[in-house]
């Protein structure tokens, strides 16, 4: 578990002195530089057949999803609209632009879009063992 987190950091490093290198005396690729909205280390048994799965998720003024856990690490970026989440107990406000990280197996026992006139839009991003499911409902 270890090993694998050390050598996917390692390889995340070694990327980031080559960009940052390429980069060095160089004029800015963009006129906005980057901006880091989320960092989580995810511990990890092993790197090998990972698999990342980018997820749309729409949701109708006042939709509610039912129960649901995600058995894999999580990752969330809200693209529009405002979303009530209530996960493991605790209660949560996203706005556009909010990014948040949740880990695996915890209850999500509601999430809704607050408005009752506007949709909300988020993008997931999942990672986990090839195949495995990203999104189990919970059982009544």
Avoid at 100 to 127: C, W
Wanted: hydrophobic share 40%; proline share 7%.
């Amino acid at each position: 578990m270890k090993k694998a987190t050390i050598t996917f950091l390692t390889y995340c490093v070694i990327f980031t002195l080559n960009a940052k290198a390429q980069h060095s005396g160089h004029a800015p690729v963009a006129g906005t530089p980057p901006r880091v909205i989320l960092k989580q280390l995810i511990p990890s048994s092993g790197l090998k057949e990972q698999e990342v799965k980018m997820v749309i998720v729409n949701f109708a003024p006042a939709e509610n999803l039912a129960a649901h856990r995600h058995p894999i690490p999580t990752f969330g970026y809200v693209l529009e609209g405002e979303l009530e989440s209530t996960f493991d107990g605790k209660v949560y406000h996203y706005k556009a632009g909010d990014a948040f990280y949740e880990r695996p197996n915890g209850l999500h026992a509601r999430t809704r879009n607050t408005s009752k006139d506007k949709p909300a839009k988020l993008i997931a991003f999942f990672v986990g063992n090839k195949g495995k499911a990203f999104l189990v409902p919970e059982k009544k």
